[in-house]
């Protein structure tokens, strides 16, 4: 087992949500309008239909439902024992079959390393130490040829205005304290960690959420929410 590369205080965090991770209506109401937009992001990259794709901090499994019933063989993990139960218990009333593990991701990349054909990280990388040893793992789980999408939060005065103070504090979308400015990454630095994994960055897009009619677009700005693929070369 490696160390984990993970904050304590993050964990338990988002185990407090976990009772009401699926309710469109509680404290993870914005991620459920990100969802679909993420799903079609990914779909439009990879053909979901019989691909093996992993979803690393999967928390109670909105975006690992979703690939499987596109077709995908989803394997999902996370660090919080509170979330995993929640998406195997989720799981079981859907019907949808993921394989969910708490297991960490440089754990599982050195299980089965080249193993997927896609990797999903999905509002992760800013919740933890070393976003870079995350970036490594899930290069070293694609096959050659497999695609890696990441969504996070850039480090601007416009992702601290809307993320933090607007989201957290002043429409109160999500929780207090649910972000950290400084743990915010630029696109330039995701990419250098892209690079020095061995991946090559193909698109960077920017991800709008509009509460006043709780939906979420691809948009050309990126200063707040933003997603990228990489891929590992053939």
Known sequence: MTPANVRQTELDKFAA????????????????AL??????????????????????????????????????????????????????LHGLESGVKVDYRLQSVEDIAGEMPGAF?????????????????????CARLLRPGGRLFVSTLNRT??????????????????????????????????AAWLREAGLQ???????LYEPWRHAARLTRRTDVNYLATACKPV
């Not at 949500?17 to 459920?32: C, F, I, T, V, Y």
């Not at 990280?121 to 933890?128: G, K, R, T």
């Not at 960055?201 to 991800?207: A, C, K, M, P, R």
């Open 35 to 88: 969802n679909p937009v993420r799903l079609r992001y990914v779909a439009g990259r990879v053909p979901l239909a019989g691909a093996r794709v992993l979803d690393v901090g999967c928390g109670g499994g909105l975006l690992s439902e979703a690939m499987a019933r596109e077709g995908a063989q989803v394997t999902a993990i996370d660090l919080a024992p509170e979330l995993v139960k929640i998406a195997r």
């Open 17 to 32: 949500l976990a009772h009401r991770w699926w309710d469109p209506e509680g404290p993870q109401k914005p991620l459920h």
């Open 117 to 137: 054909d896609a990797v999903a990280c999905m509002e992760m990388l800013e919740h933890v130490p070393d976003p870079a040893s995350v970036i490594r793992a």
């Open 201 to 207: 960055l193909e698109d960077v897009s920017g991800l």
């Open 157 to 190: 005065p416009a992702a601290f205005a809307l993320a933090i103070v607007g989201a957290e504090y002043v429409a109160r979308l999500l929780p207090k304290g649910t972000h950290r400015y400084e743990d915010f990454i630029r696109p330039a630095e995701l």
